[in-house]
């Protein structure tokens, strides 16, 4: 069982960084990837970024590449989600999500393939 929690969403204006954090706890967490998506007000949830158990592989949407990255500590358990430049079409909920990945498994990119989410941290990117 991982539980998962995010923080570190805020407002922010256009142009601006954040990173965010999503703690696990459980022991389980280094064999598991870890998905970030975001749900805007009155869309479905998207695919953001994911990273593999060890950190080797990351995949993003076009939508972020060369403006997010991600990261993660094994040590403690925690996965990060860092976005530069951040533009008005950003701002969403942002959840992160784990699953168990086996060896040559890759990251997917659909909510379905994830089983552990956690409850959202909010970003707001506003002038």
């Known amino acids: 069982q991982v539980q998962l929690v995010e923080s570190g969403g805020e407002t922010v204006q256009p142009g601006d960084s954040l990173r965010l954090s999503c703690k696990a706890s459980?022991?389980?967490?280094?064999?598991?990837?870890v998905g970030w998506f975001r749900q805007a007000l009155g869309k479905g949830r998207e695919f953001v970024f994911a990273?593999?158990?060890?950190?080797?592989?990351?995949h993003s949407a076009d939508s972020v590449k060369g403006r997010f990255s991600v990261s993660r500590d094994n040590d403690n358990n925690t996965a990060y989600l860092y976005m530069n430049n951040l533009k008005p079409e950003d701002t969403a909920i942002y959840y992160c999500?784990?699953?168990?990945?086996?060896?040559?498994?890759?990251?997917?990119?659909?909510?379905?393939?994830?089983?552990?989410w956690g409850q959202g941290t909010q970003v707001t990117v506003s002038s």
């Open positions: 990273i593999s158990w060890s950190g080797a592989g990351a």
């Open positions: 459980g022991r389980m967490f280094i064999t598991h990837a």
């Open positions: 999500a784990a699953f168990r990945q086996y060896p040559a498994e890759g990251l997917p990119t659909t909510e379905a393939e994830y089983t552990y």
